[in-house]
């Protein structure tokens, strides 16, 4: 009996939100392409906690293979030491911007390699891995057999290849070519493997696989890596390790005592978020054959939710390239909430974007200072000033102009919750910015400072300024912990952002009723939220054209990275 079957069977285990991303290689510094992936994560984990499910976030990072080894022993340190180095930085950066994630994996964690060692193991025991000798063409430099696919117009290996010798070498392989056929029809039928929808050709292209998967590197070669438990001569090699880790931490095949969470909650994973670069083969074909061959059925397999790049002028960041903007830089500068926010509202969710610092200079000073920041702080003020930073009395006055608005309200949130569900979080901000406008004129039309000025207008002024509070709920999904306080109204007194979900149904608009308890009564925080935007910054003006180039773009970073620490712009939020 399948584990999906099993679990509907006793139905008693409730299940969560399961949302992973890829795990990062330990080989370089995070970049902002890693940093769009966990924040893109934490976003939709967030919502879902929002919508009030339980949610399992598991980030981590990738810290076995040959770059770690091979710059470990340049650096003279064990690769352990070197990807501990790494390691921290991911780790920092994550805890800077706010990354919510409720699990950590991590490779070199025991627990991690026992599970994928007793996998090899049943694998092994079903006739699923074999050993078999490779004699080919194998490059020194670059450490691997060549095929013909790398050979150039000529026929022959290029000099990025070095010395091209003919090895022979014993390896262990998995049964790939066993689940082919299985997996055309699986991808084919299947509406929710992969996502976007427009990836899932890109799949069915690459299944028709004719070979097995090398799944091993002998030890004289890399010992860095899992040992296989039935050949202690040799080590997993890259995704018979990696892959394994949005089970192996999700408890799959683990101790009682480990720690770690209970597989049926888990699986199958509603949202595995990774980079398009890693969908064919490793995701699309490699995964769904391995967890095939490991017992589970069509049901249990995941959801692949793919993003697109972050290019720097059409380009991959890539350390080889020199073309990475690093992370902490920018939060530095703009203060974490800006950088989630163009990370996410720049690009569409599958889609590749440009990474443009101007363009996040401008989103900052207009969407969030201008019209959010403005909108928050004046509704803020006001309320402070106007009624003593408490509203009640939500039945006592309504108007078509506040009706107006709890209908644009409506429309934003159920515009709002449909992409957010769809993964889209770009055009789901775009529905928030559209009810920020419509709030910001509500106040120009009613004039609350007028209305302040007047006694007998206190009841509408209290609706009005009820209406302005109330619209900025929805902007949890996209906060972290510190502007997830911001919001009204049970949001403001947690402190921890896991603690949001449900937040947004605590006000009653007039008319409806209040559940007991929870009185139509908002507490405000104490600190204002974006503040006014203040000047642009002096290095933007001077700054050189738009980079066109390498060259150029590295200057446009020199630059970024002489702008004097702290907030250039009003980065404070609550
Ligand atoms: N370690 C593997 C993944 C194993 S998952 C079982 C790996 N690591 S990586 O560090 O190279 O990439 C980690 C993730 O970051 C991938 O999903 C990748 O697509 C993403 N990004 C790396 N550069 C990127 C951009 N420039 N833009 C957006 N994301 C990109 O692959």
Known sequence: MTLLAKRKERSIVPRMYYITTAIDYT???????????????????????????????LTGVDQHGQKVQQTAEKLGITPQE????????????????????????????????????????????????????????????????LTDKERDAEGSFGPEWGEVVELEEENWYFRLTDHVEWMKKFVEKSSGFVL?????????????????????RPKSRLSWGIELPFDPEFVTYVWFDALINYVSFAGYLAEPDSGLPEF??????????????????????????????????????????????WNINGEKMSKSIGNVVDPNLLAEQFGPEPVRYYLVRDITT????????????????????????????????????????????????????????RVTMDQAVTLFSK??????????????????????????????????????????????????LECFAPRRATSSAASCRTLPPASWTSSTPRTCSGAARRIRWPGESSPPGTA???????????????????????????????????????????IPAGPVLPGRHL
């Open 264 to 309: 049926s909650k888990l699986w199958p994973a509603d949202c595995e978020v990774i980079g398009k670069d890693i969908l064919v083969p490793a995701h699309g074909v490699y995964w769904p054959a391995m967890l095939h061959a490991m017992g589970f059925s069509d049901e249990e397999m995941p959801t692949l939710l793919v993003h697109g790049w």
């Open 196 to 216: 976007p929808a427009f990836r899932k050709a890109e799949v069915l292209n690459a299944i028709d696989f004719d070979s097995d998967l090398c799944i091993s």
């Open 82 to 145: 070197h990807v501990d180095n790494i390691t921290a930085k991911f780790l920092a950066l994550w805890e800077r911007l706010g990354i919510s994630n409720d699990g950590w994996a991590s490779t070199t964690d025991p627990r991690h390699k026992a599970c994928v060692q007793k996998i090899l193991t049943n694998l092994k025991d079903r006739g699923q891995l074999y050993k078999k000798s490779y004699k080919g063409f194998y490059s020194v430099r670059q450490e691997q057999f």
């Open 419 to 468: 992409y957010m569900d769809d993964n889209m979080v770009s055009d789901a901000l775009a529905a928030l910015n559209a009810q920020v406008s419509a709030c910001n004129a509500y106040i120009e039309q009613q004039q609350p400072w007028q209305l302040a000025k007047d006694e007998a207008a206190a009841p509408r002024l209290r609706c009005v300024l009820r209406h302005l």
């Open 27 to 57: 080989n370089g510094p995070p970049h902002i392409g890693h940093a769009y992936e966990k924040v893109l994560a934490d976003v939709l984990a967030r919502w879902h906690r929002m919508k009030g499910e339980e949610v399992y976030f």
């Open 520 to 562: 139509s009564m908002i507490r405000l925080p104490s600190s204002p939220a974006f503040s006014r935007k203040r000047k642009r910054p002096n290095w933007l003006k001077k700054r050189p054209g738009r980079p066109k180039n390498k060259a150029d773009s590295r200057e446009c970073l020199r630059i970024l990275r002489q």
């Open 350 to 405: 599958g889609k590749d974007a440009n990474f443009d610092a101007d363009r996040l200079v401008m989103l900052y000073n207009t969407e969030l200072a201008n019209d959010l920041g403005n909108l928050c702080n004046r509704s803020i003020n006001m309320t402070r000033r106007y009624c003593d930073s408490v509203i009640s009395g939500a039945e006592e006055y309504d108007d078509e102009a506040s009706k107006a608005l």
